[in-house]
């Protein structure tokens, strides 16, 4: 059963920025498994944009926005065909079991300017 949705869109300009400007930006808010995978795509920004909505996504399905958890505590890889999906850590996982959600499930698009994310959590 869904209990919530939740999308997002990011300017990729402003994800470049941040990259671009601060050396911090990318262990604020992605693990190193997701850091990872941007440095298999050069880092491209589209792709860190897509994960940073994912992580904003899921946050309004749960119903919270990002609130008492990080976004670091979301965590968006892909499968071996490039599916993503997602794992919670910490204080995001302690509310996924509080909210008795099973699946969350996440779909993202991107083109040069704009980067999206939908998430839907199942119980
Ligand atoms: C809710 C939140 C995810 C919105 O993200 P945003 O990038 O600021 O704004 P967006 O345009 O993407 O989304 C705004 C929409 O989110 C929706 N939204 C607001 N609170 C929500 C919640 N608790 N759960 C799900 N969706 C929510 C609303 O529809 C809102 O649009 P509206 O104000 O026109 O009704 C974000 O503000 C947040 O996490 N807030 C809670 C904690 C907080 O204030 N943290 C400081 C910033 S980290």
Redesign the pocket.
Known sequence: MIIGV?A??VEIERIKDAVDKNINFLKKYFSSEEIDYFDSKNLNPETIAANFAAK?AV?????????NFELRDIEVLRNKIGKPYVVVHDKAKELKEELEIKNILVSLSHTDDYAIAYAVCEK
């Open positions: 939740g997002d869109l904003e946050s309004k399905a749960f119903g919270t926005g990002v609130r």
